[in-house]
């Protein structure tokens, strides 16, 4: 069974504070690793998917990464306008090919 | 994503009735699904069509039936079997054929309460 944790629940910076966010990971057969960002009584929006070790991508101030084991989201020099709940699944190569596993989300307040 | 229409934004269900909540798409994807998200916890997966007139069911089906009858439409109807369906319902429509890595876009939400 897949299973996504992801630390810490909860993180305030203040602006211009950069920091990370873990997304730790068990899949069986890895097809794609998705970050989203969820406002407050939104649909999340999609950000980045990653496909294998070592790959990055990057989107104005956030840039994912992925290990074989865990991805991080690093967000540099925050501004208050990134608060909002960030959101890591994956999509592993067990049962349909068209399910995702979500983590339940990382809170990110920036404070001004 | 502007193309995934979810109504209405919220809704009220007294006990023991039945309510249907909206998904339609214009993005001509087949792949179709209805999450559940509860506060503090992951998206569930309740059901999921990647055909017209075809769907499975996901994690949590039970108390939920759903209909595929056109490509740009798939309902969820939260039946009174339900016990707890106070939550928030994501319709979301992936985009890919069967290769790896399907993105998976979601509407913007539809909240039901049960009064």
């Known amino acids: 069974e897949d299973q996504v944790t992801q630390s810490p629940e909860a993180l305030r910076l203040q602006e211009g504070e950069s920091s990370s966010l873990n997304c730790s990971y068990t899949?069986?057969?890895?097809?794609?690793l998705f970050w989203y960002r969820q406002d407050p009584g939104k649909g999340p929006e999609f950000l980045f998917t990653?496909?294998?070790a070592g790959e990055e991508k990057e989107k104005e101030r956030l840039k994912a990464t992925l290990t074989k084991k865990e991805s991080f989201l690093h967000i540099t020099a925050p501004k208050p306008e990134d608060s909002a709940t960030y959101l890591c699944a994956v999509q592993g190569s067990s049962g349909s090919a068209r399910q995702l596993t979500f983590g339940s989300g990382t809170q990110l307040t920036v404070l001004p | 994503d502007g193309g995934i229409t979810q109504s209405p934004k919220y809704l009220f269900r007294k006990e023991g009735q039945n309510v249907t909540l909206s998904c339609e798409q214009n993005?001509?994807?087949?792949?179709m699904y209805w999450y559940r998200q509860d506060p503090g916890q992951g998206l569930r997966l309740i059901y999921y069509?990647?055909?017209?007139?075809?769907?499975q069911k996901g994690d949590i089906a039970e108390g939920y039936s759903v209909s595929r009858e056109k490509k740009e439409s798939f309902p969820l109807t939260v039946t009174s079997a339900q016990k707890n369906p106070t939550a928030f319902y994501l319709c979301a429509i992936s985009t890919g054929g069967h290769s790896s890595g399907n993105t998976i876009y979601f509407g913007e939400g539809s909240w039901l309460t049960v009064v």
């Open positions: 899949v069986s057969g890895l097809r794609g």
């Open positions: 990653l496909y294998s």
């Open positions: 993005l001509n994807h087949d792949a």
């Open positions: 069509s990647q055909i017209v007139n075809d769907f």
